[in-house]
């Protein structure tokens, strides 16, 4: 087992060039904007192929923090895209890619966002990037390959679904929505965080933890979900969704509460009546 194992990530480092090769004559003109999208939805699909083939999961910090073979796979080959395409921008990603930017651009990549899900045979998974510069977060690309959905928008970007405007999100009390969120189960037996984030919860029309950040606040995006809320957010988890919720008109916050910091975004209305209820308000 340990001899096949061996020749498939042998297999697999040497399909990824061949795959980044070809990508990259033809995306060599892109735009910032196009390329994103065609490497979000590349990198879904190159991830989706290889679950296919047969992969194996390997934890991280805990039982449901893991990575697989098609993680890697797909930031290899997102990274060697950039470095070929924008050699001078920065990346940063999830599973270990970290290159400094001479442009003042830096990608922030989530090869497989929702890697429990993917792993376990689930279709909420997803690939997510985002590209910033010192004036802030340009814009968010997600795709979910289960769906065909691809999500791209960023603050003076309209927000899409396929290339179609998602409708603006307008002010809507967080009883009305659903709450879309994640709280570890270690987490609940600490009082401060659980206690912060059952003040929310509890007052949410209902709520759904998916397992998949960036599916979550694409969702809210195009209004499939209401308002999400997590704590102890990664920059790759955050940055390409909430660029899509402020392209879709709403907000998103940091806000520290219980001794950890909340991400939350939504609507404007929602987002703040969910900082009220963390302060205890």
Not at 68 to 96: V, Y
Not at 205 to 232: E, N
Request: with cysteine.
């Amino acid at each position: 087992m340990h001899n096949k194992n061996m020749e498939n990530s042998q297999q697999l480092s040497d399909m990824i060039p061949a795959i980044v090769k070809t990508f990259v004559i033809a995306h060599e003109t892109d735009s910032d904007e196009h390329l994103a999208q065609a490497l979000v939805y590349n990198a879904g699909r190159l991830a989706w192929r290889l679950r296919e083939a047969g992969i194996s999961a390997k934890e991280k910090t805990s039982v449901s923090d893991v990575v697989t073979e098609a993680d890697h796979a797909a930031e290899q080959f997102i990274a060697s895209a950039l470095e070929a395409l924008r050699p001078e921008d920065g990346i940063i990603g999830e599973e270990g890619t970290a290159k400094a930017s001479t442009s003042g651009n830096v990608w922030h990549i989530d090869p497989v966002d929702g890697t429990y899900n993917f792993a376990s045979g689930s279709d909420y998974f997803c690939s997510a990037l985002a590209l910033s510069s010192p004036d802030g977060v340009a814009f968010g690309a997600v795709h979910r390959p289960a769906m065909g959905y691809t999500w791209f928008g960023g603050a003076d970007i309209p927000t899409t679904r396929d290339g179609k405007a998602v409708t603006p999100l307008t002010n809507t009390p967080l009883s009305q929505l659903c709450l879309a969120t994640y709280i570890h189960p270690t987490f609940m037996t600490q009082p401060d965080v659980h206690d912060v984030w059952l003040r929310v919860a509890a007052e949410a029309a209902t709520i759904r933890m998916l397992g998949a950040g960036s599916i979550d606040l694409a969702s809210v995006a195009d209004g499939s979900l209401g308002v999400w809320m997590q704590h102890s957010v990664a920059d790759w988890d955050w940055l390409p969704g909430n660029a899509l919720i402020e392209g879709a008109g709403g907000v998103g916050i940091k806000h520290t509460a219980g001794g950890v910091e909340w991400s939350i975004a939504g609507n404007a209305q929602a987002v703040a009546e969910v900082a009220a209820l963390l302060e205890g308000n």
